[in-house]
């Protein structure tokens, strides 16, 4: 009797260090989204890893394993912060990343080589969103760089107003 009462007190004891643990992570946790991290800085860190991986087509389970958020909280940040959705978003900061190497006299990629680099199988879809983006080909913008003329402006009224008005200042890719 006295090895079983002294099993009972020690898987007892084991039971409620185990509940204690999970009770200090899940206040942790809870701590953290109650500090609330504003969601134009989860977008700049999705910003930051997006950048980082260009070459891969990142699956919101990839930015919320390394933000670590929950994938909610993260569609809704940027949703917020930005207007798009977390797709939109990736979409976007390559697009972005596409324009300011398309635009630079010193990147010697090719149209093509730039597309593989942010990770693309088809460059005509690239090259659709590229242009329906920015109201000009790639071809035109990289001539344009070349000649030396002034830019186009970047947004164009193309009727989504969420799309023309970026109000989240991080989706700049200069001096990146």
Request: hydrophobic share 40%; charged share 20%.
């Given at each position: 009797m006295l090895i079983a009462t002294t099993f009972q007190e020690s898987f007892a004891a084991e039971r409620e260090q185990a509940v204690k643990v999970r009770r200090s992570r899940s206040r942790e946790r809870s701590r953290a989204y109650s500090l609330g991290e504003a969601p134009s800085d989860i977008v700049d860190r999705v910003r930051r890893f997006v950048l980082a991986n260009l070459g891969l087509k990142p699956r919101a389970s990839a930015i919320v394993g390394a933000l670590g958020v929950s994938e909610s909280r993260l569609r809704r940040a940027v949703l917020a912060a930005t207007g798009l959705t977390l797709g939109g978003l990736v979409l976007?900061?390559?697009?972005?990343?596409?324009?300011?190497?398309?635009?630079?006299?010193?990147?010697?990629?090719?149209?093509?080589?730039?597309?593989?680099?942010?990770?693309?199988?088809?460059?005509?879809?690239?090259?659709?969103?590229?242009?329906?983006?920015?109201?000009?080909?790639?071809?035109?913008?990289?001539?344009?760089?070349?000649?030396?003329?002034?830019?186009?402006?970047?947004?164009?009224?193309?009727?989504?107003?969420?799309?023309?008005?970026?109000?989240?200042?991080?989706?700049?890719?200069?001096?990146?």
């Open positions: 976007e900061l390559k697009l972005l990343q596409a324009r300011s190497w398309l635009s630079s006299n010193r990147e010697s990629r090719s149209q093509g080589e730039i597309v593989a680099a942010l990770g693309f199988a088809s460059a005509a879809s690239f090259s659709r969103a590229y242009g329906r983006r920015f109201g000009e080909s790639m071809t035109a913008t990289r001539r344009r760089a070349v000649s030396g003329s002034a830019p186009q402006p970047a947004l164009q009224d193309n009727g989504d107003a969420r799309l023309d008005v970026m109000p989240c200042k991080s989706l700049s890719v200069q001096g990146l």
